[in-house]
């Protein structure tokens, strides 16, 4: 018996560049970062220092992640249906505790 190659279900990671990270975003935030990276781009300019854009990189760089996964988009709307008070299915944490017991 051999063992079989293993593919992970989650997408590549999103290298942390400003080039993938946009590439990674809805087009929302992907308007968002350009706002965020364009005024890094005026501070670093004036102040001679990068850190600004790194910081505007990584600061985005969670969502852009959140969103290649393949189920961002059904979790997102899963997440706005339960805080809008619907039911989702959701077992309550004591009810699974209390079915292991």
């Known amino acids: 018996m051999s063992a079989q190659p293993f593919e992970s279900p989650r997408p590549a990671p999103i290298e942390r560049t ?3 990270v946009l590439a990674a975003l809805p087009p929302q935030r992907a308007a968002e970062f350009r706002r965020a ?3 890094a781009l005026d501070k670093a300019r004036e102040d001679m220092d990068l ?3 790194q910081e505007v990189v990584d600061s985005y760089w969670g969502v852009a992640s959140a969103a ?4 961002a988009t059904e979790a997102t ?3 706005r249906r339960f805080v809008a008070g ?3 299915g959701v077992v309550p944490a004591s ?3 209390a079915r292991l017991r």
Do not use: M
């Not at 290649?68 to 189920?71: G, R």
């Open 18 to 20: 400003p080039k993938a």
């Open 37 to 39: 990276w364009n005024a």
């Open 51 to 53: 850190a600004p854009l």
């Open 68 to 71: 290649a996964s393949p189920n």
């Open 77 to 79: 709307d899963q997440a």
């Open 86 to 88: 619907h039911d989702i």
């Open 95 to 97: 009810e699974v505790f």
